[in-house]
């Protein structure tokens, strides 16, 4: 019998994505239809925003906790959070949670490692390029990163937050996003992080100069290893 899972939503389409993800692959490990029992809950993703705008952490941390406590009480065994950005409250929440996590970044720097990745290039929400959460995933693992300029990490931010999560899937920001890359390929980046949930909907191994990352259906294919005893 497999355990439940309990995914901590933030934005719809990353939650969603990896959701699928999960019961679209399990049954070529399980049987024809078969997958594990998943249960998820996302507070308004405008909760989260209004924290992050003003740097509370903790705040992000206590909404994750909400979802966990739900999660726990609706019988899941262990939770996943398909969103990259409020993994800068993971720590603050593991050691208040009632259930053990996956940790997103861990799952993708150990991914980088098994395909022979030296230097990756982090792209996301600028909280999250910002943010020490991909750094210390890949120090731990012994890889070196780069970021985006500035500029694109605000360009790439506002795709994100003001188009991806609503669905909106623009030509012009494909080639953004396509840019930048080239421009982390440039500085000797060997692999890209798709460090947003929703990246993958636009970007992936056909369309991009590196060889990527993608956050969202690492961390999918992780929980479901879990769910059936394969980690």
């Known amino acids: 019998m ?15 994505l990896c959701y699928k993800t999960i019961c679209t692959e399990a049954p070529k490990l ?14 308004s993703l405008a909760r989260y925003v209004d924290c992050l705008n003003t740097g509370d952490i903790e705040g992000v941390g206590s909404l994750m906790l909400e979802s966990a406590h739900i999660l726990a009480n609706a ?15 993971f720590d603050w929440v593991a050691e208040r949670s009632p ?3 996956i940790h997103i970044a861990n799952v993708v720097a150990r991914e980088a490692v098994f395909r022979g990745y030296k230097k990756v290039g982090i792209t996301g ?3 999250l390029v910002r ?3 991909y ?8 890889l070196d990163f780069a970021r985006p300029n500035q500029q694109q990490i605000e360009q790439i931010g506002n795709i994100i937050m003001s188009q991806l999560v609503y669905s909106d899937f623009r030509p012009e920001s494909v080639r953004y996003f396509q840019s930048v890359i080239d421009d982390l390929k440039q500085q000797a980046c060997d692999a890209v992080v798709l460090g947003c949930t929703e990246i993958p909907l636009i970007i992936n191994d056909t369309n991009a100069s590196l060889p990527t990352l993608d956050s969202t259906r690492l961390l999918a294919r992780a929980a479901l290893d879990k769910a059936i005893g394969k980690q």
């Open 75 to 89: 019988g899941a065994d262990f939770l996943i959070c398909p969103d990259n950005t409020i993994h800068q409250a």
């Open 125 to 127: 929400t600028s909280w």
């Open 135 to 142: 750094p210390d995933a890949l120090a731990r693992q012994g």
């Open 2 to 16: 497999s355990l439940h899972i309990g995914i901590v939503g933030c934005s719809a389409e990353g939650a969603a």
């Open 131 to 133: 943010s020490s959460v």
């Open 30 to 43: 399980m049987g024809p239809h078969e997958h594990p029992e998943i249960t998820l809950h996302t507070p």
């Open 99 to 101: 259930l053990p996590w």
